[in-house]
């Protein structure tokens, strides 16, 4: 099977297509995990704004002044749920770093050692978030899992 990826920066929309000359069990499978991936969403709030955003746009959840924020490449959104709802509702794709955050590891492109400890570093980002002792163990075989 062959796969193969083509940037156009003209398409306003992007688009995944897949040719085969037969739908496969295969082709089934892999169909149905993209569509389960790209329906995944979370309602967020900006002011009096309401935003439903993919999943695999958030970078982080983070607790702040008592309440909870998904972080994307944009910004910042409030987050009407704690972080042990966001926690048992979320993919496995997410995953605790401190008590007060969640992180997508799927964005993660970093894991740096610093005086504080260690902190992550995203995809595309200037964002940061530093890993507790207590999760950085389980955090990393989850990476190593991952990829």
């Not at 900006?46 to 607790?63: A, M, R």
């Amino acid at each position: 099977m062959q796969v193969e990826f083509k940037q156009d920066k003209q398409l306003k929309e992007d688009q995944l297509i897949i040719k085969a000359k037969k739908l496969t069990p295969e082709i089934e499978a892999a169909l149905a995990f993209l569509e389960e991936k790209l329906a995944q969403k979370i309602t967020v709030y900006q002011g009096s704004d309401v935003i439903i955003l993919p999943l695999t746009s958030i970078l982080f959840f983070e607790t702040s002044d008592r309440h909870v924020w998904a972080h994307d490449r944009e910004g910042s959104h409030l987050v009407k749920q704690t972080l042990r709802q966001l926690e048992a509702s979320l993919p496995s794709d997410f995953d605790r770093a401190s008590k007060s955050a969640l992180v997508n590891c799927r964005q993660i492109n970093a894991v740096k050692r610093s005086i504080m400890g260690y902190e992550l570093g995203f995809t595309a980002s200037y964002k940061k978030v530093f890993v507790s002792r207590r999760y950085y163990q389980t955090l990393i075989s989850h990476l190593h899992e991952m990829r």
